[in-house]
Nanobody, 117 residues
C-alpha cells in the first residue's frame, strides 16, 4: 500500500485546512486509517483514526476542532481542521492498517502544517 498525503500549508490561528491521504496498491485489505503528527522536539502523537466501519477517535487536544472521514470508493481519507492553533503546528503523517496476512502499518510521507499566531 502506498500513501500520499497533501493539503498542508501555512495558515493563521483560527483558520482551517483540509488534509487528504490517498491510498493505492492493495487497498482492499485496509482497515483503520488515521493521522499522527510530530512537532519539533516532541514525540509523534496520534491525532485521529477512523475504522473501516466509520467509527472515529480523536486526541483530546483536537476533539471538536478536527474531523476525520474516509471515502472508501476513492481510497482517500481526509482530516478537516478548523479553529487551528499555533500548537497544531507539526508534520502530519497519515497511516493505514491492513489485515490481510497479519496486521501491517503503512505510512505516508508527511505534510507540514504551520499555524501562525
Amino acid at each position: 500500500v502506498h500513501l500520499k498525503a497533501f493539503g498542508g500549508g501555512l495558515v493563521q490561528a483560527g483558520g482551517s485546512l483540509r488534509l487528504s491521504c490517498a491510498a493505492s496498491g492493495n487497498t482492499f485489505s485496509i482497515n483503520n486509517m488515521g493521522w499522527y503528527r510530530q512537532a519539533p522536539g516532541k514525540e509523534r502523537e496520534l491525532v485521529a483514526f477512523i475504522t473501516s466501519g466509520g467509527s472515529t477517535n480523536y486526541a483530546g487536544s483536537v476533539k471538536g476542532r478536527f474531523a476525520i472521514s474516509r471515502d472508501n470508493a476513492k481510497n482517500t481519507m481526509y482530516l478537516q481542521m478548523v479553529s487551528l492553533k499555533p500548537e497544531d503546528t507539526a508534520v502530519y503523517y497519515c497511516y493505514v492498517l491492513t489485515v490481510a496476512g497479519g496486521v501491517r502499518q503503512y505510512w505516508g510521507q508527511g505534510t507540514q502544517v504551520t499555524v501562525s499566531s
